[in-house]
Each structure stands twice: as structure tokens, then as C-alpha cells.
């Protein structure tokens, strides 16, 4: 497997524009995530999937963002309007289930898009 | 809610050295914990992930403990290496993953 693939890997775009960042889990994982890397901040997690069902969307910041998972080898994550202060580095991971007694449970990252809001 | 800490914060050695990063966590209650490297500017690379059962994992020069009870972790690194410069980062899983600040270790030729 190829592992997790983000497009693209670069983003500039100007305050206002929407932006969709795109990510392609490993094959045959059924957990996806989304985080943002700041220097300020860190790792924050945005949303999670499970089975392409969103279970966890606490992380987002604002309602400008949205993310979706249309099937299992696909998802996206959408700002839209764009502001500056979103300029960060968007991560997606992919693992399998996670739960008591599971294996090979560990968590692969995509190179991450960067995204500059100008 | 589940929190993170790592210590230090930054770390600079000598080639050479043995060093230990550590990794703390509020809640008990969890799947594994994995720890990862990230190169600046580069996505995370996983390097060792310890199940809630174990005690312990080794690959190569790196062995990471897991103490679930005093939620606690260690990555020892042995002879370190200038190619060991990096951000090691930790992370608890319960359903989602939580993500310590990060050590940033500079190992000196």
C-alpha cells in the first residue's frame, strides 16, 4: 500500500476562497482523521471517522469548515470562506479499529497539505 | 478529558549519548500508545506503538516502556545519533488519538 495520500501538498489561496483538502486512507482501515499543526497549538484534531461515519466533530473550529467521507477510500476536508488564521499544516491519518484486545492498531500519517491563507 | 504532557520540552546532547523522553497521561483508560518522529517540515512517522497489555517495545536503537497504572511513558533512545534530530511526539488512543507537545531533540555531532 502506497499509504495515506493527501492532495495537495501545497496550498496558497487568498482569504475568502474555499479551500478542499483530500486524503486517501489505507486501504482497508476503517478510522480517519484530520488534525492541524501550528506552531502555537500543536497537533489539534479536528474530526474523526469510523466507517466513513463521522463520530467525533468537536475539534472544528468554526462552521467555515466541513469535512466528509463519501466512502471508505475517500475524504475531505472543505473551509470555505478561507481567513488567514487557518494557515496551518492539515494532517490525515488512517488506522484499523482500536478497541480492547484489537492489533495492529497502529495510526498512519499523510504528508500533510500546507495550507497558506493570504 | 484525556491530557498529554511531555518532558522536556527540548533536548540537546552529545553524539553518543543514551537519552530518555518522556510521555504522561491523565486517563488510564486506553487502546495503545504510539510514539512518532517528525522531521521539520515532514509528516509524523510512527516508530513504536506499545498495546495496553505490554509492558514494552524495542526496534532497533529505541525502546519505549508503558506504565498504563502511573500513566507514564519513556522512549529510550541508545547512542544517539545527529540523524536522530528531530520532534518525537507521543500519543494515547482511546477511539481517537491525543497528541502530546512534542520534544525537540538536537543530537550534536
Known amino acids: 500500500d502506497a499509504g495515506v495520500i493527501q492532495s495537495p501538498r501545497h496550498e496558497v489561496t487568498e482569504m475568502g476562497q474555499e479551500v478542499t483538502l483530500r486524503c486517501k486512507p489505507i486501504?482497508?482501515?476503517?478510522?480517519l482523521f484530520w488534525y492541524r499543526q501550528t506552531m502555537m497549538r500543536g497537533l489539534e484534531l479536528l474530526i474523526y471517522?469510523?466507517?466513513?461515519?463521522?463520530?467525533?466533530d468537536s475539534g472544528m473550529p468554526e462552521d467555515r469548515f466541513s469535512a466528509k467521507m463519501p466512502n471508505a477510500s475517500f475524504s475531505t476536508l472543505k473551509i470555505q470562506p478561507s481567513e488567514p488564521r487557518d494557515s496551518a499544516v492539515y494532517f490525515c491519518?488512517?488506522?484499523?479499529?482500536?478497541?480492547?484486545?484489537?492489533?495492529?492498531?497502529?495510526?498512519?500519517f499523510g504528508q500533510g497539505t500546507r495550507l497558506t491563507v493570504v | 478529558k484525556q491530557e498529554v504532557t511531555q518532558i522536556p520540552a527540548a533536548l540537546s546532547v552529545p553524539e553518543g549519548e543514551n537519552l530518555v523522553l518522556n510521555c504522561s497521561f491523565t486517563?488510564?483508560?486506553?487502546?495503545?500508545l504510539q510514539w512518532f518522529r517528525q522531521d521539520p517540515g515532514k509528516g509524523l512517522t510512527s516508530l513504536l506503538l506499545?498495546?495496553?497489555?505490554?509492558r514494552e517495545q524495542t526496534s532497533g536503537r529505541l525502546n519505549a516502556s508503558l506504565d498504563k497504572s502511573s500513566g507514564r511513558s519513556t522512549l529510550y533512545i541508545a547512542a544517539s545519533q545527529p540523524g536522530d534530530s528531530a520532534t518525537y511526539l507521543c500519543?494515547?488512543?482511546?477511539?481517537?488519538?491525543?497528541f502530546g507537545a512534542g520534544t525537540i531533540l538536537r543530537v550534536k555531532s
Open positions: 506499545i498495546q495496553s497489555s505490554q
Open positions: 500519543a494515547v488512543r482511546v477511539n481517537k488519538l491525543v
Open positions: 486517563d488510564s483508560a486506553i487502546y495503545n
Open positions: 491519518a488512517s488506522s484499523l479499529r482500536g478497541g480492547q484486545g484489537a492489533v495492529n492498531t497502529e495510526a498512519f
Open positions: 486501504s482497508g482501515h476503517d478510522y
Open positions: 471517522f469510523n466507517n466513513n461515519v463521522p463520530i467525533d
